[in-house]
């Protein structure tokens, strides 16, 4: 049995055939290793387990390494473990859409079960470079990991949430907002009407107008700019949208703040 302070690496691969040499690897540099061939399950093992690492296969029936990698970008306890795409994509989008969000390495199947171990120690110790908390005498009496639990349906909010935020101009469709934090049309729903009590298309309304009134108050950008960048057609839909909400134009509110 490992002692229980050496590395732990969650490999999730719907063929961990393809792994075998890997996990003969890790083993053999003293490393406890967890394995998931579902990629659903290998989410919940991450969110129960919380390994040192993770190494992630990209393309997976049901749910895509992307998704798994959104998930977990919004546990707090696991926004930092480090991430490893290994999959057999050639496709350069692939490999800059999974560092975009947030893996720290992507390494192409065919693989080296040497150079995957020495990119895993490598993470490992920046990781531990970036992570190390300072000794405080606090610390003794809470520990500096003590934060509260976010549960999975928080956590797709979250992931939702951001990717909407980042596309607020073109958001995706309801279906590919649903297959891209790994879930379906239904549960996204569901969840959002039990969260914030209302549909998704109604949650972007709401997104759109709450970044307009920070770009009215906070810039001096015109407003049909305004109107364009959070995604309405044009400025007369986003003014009468704007004044359904607020109560006033645009341009109104805008003068309000102004000295």
Same mark, same amino acid.
């Given at each position: ?18 792994l ?5 690897c ?6 406890r ?6 990629a659903?399950?290998?989410y919940? #093992?991450?969110l129960?387990?919380? !390994? ?8 997976m029936?049901?749910m ?8 977990l970008? +919004? ?6 473990? !480090?991430?490893?795409?290994?999959s ?7 490999r ?13 199947k065919p693989?080296?079960a ?5 990119r ?6 920046l ?7 300072e ?5 003794a009496i ?45 549960r996204l ?6 969260r ?9 309304? +709401?997104l759109?107008?709450?970044q307009?009134?920070? #770009? #009215? ?9 305004i ?11 986003f003014?009468?949208?704007f ?13 309000s703040?102004? !000295?």
């Amino acid at each position: 049995m490992k002692p229980v302070n050496t590395p732990h690496i969650l490999l999730i691969d719907d063929n961990l055939d393809d792994l075998a040499p890997l996990v003969t690897c890790l083993k053999s540099a003293n490393m406890r290793v967890s394995l998931a061939s579902v990629a659903r399950k290998g989410y919940h #093992l991450a969110l129960a387990l919380k !390994p040192d690492l993770i190494v992630l296969d990209l393309y997976m029936p049901g749910m895509d390494g992307f998704s798994i990698c959104r998930l977990l970008r +919004e546990e707090p306890k696991l926004n930092r473990t !480090p991430i490893i795409f290994l999959s057999s994509t050639r496709q350069l989008d692939d490999r800059l859409t999974g560092l975009q969000l947030g893996s720290v390495d992507f390494v192409t199947k065919p693989y080296a079960a040497e150079e995957v171990l020495a990119r895993i120690r490598i993470h490992l110790r920046l990781s531990s470079l970036q992570t190390a908390p300072e000794v405080h005498a606090a610390d003794a009496i809470e520990p500096n990991d003590a934060q509260p639990h976010v549960d999975c349906d928080e956590l797709l909010i979250r992931a939702a949430t951001r990717l909407i935020l980042e596309n607020l101009a073109e958001p995706p469709s309801l279906d590919d907002l649903a297959k891209s934090v790994g879930t379906n049309q239904k549960r996204l729903l569901g969840v959002f009407r039990q969260r914030h009590g209302m549909t998704v298309f109604a949650y972007i309304r +709401e997104l759109r107008l709450q970044q307009a009134k920070h #770009l #009215l108050r906070g810039t001096q950008l015109p407003i049909d700019d305004i109107a364009a960048s959070v995604g309405f057609s044009n400025s007369a839909n986003f003014a009468t949208a704007f004044k359904s909400h607020e109560g006033i134009p645009p341009r109104e509110y805008r003068k309000s703040f102004q !000295p």
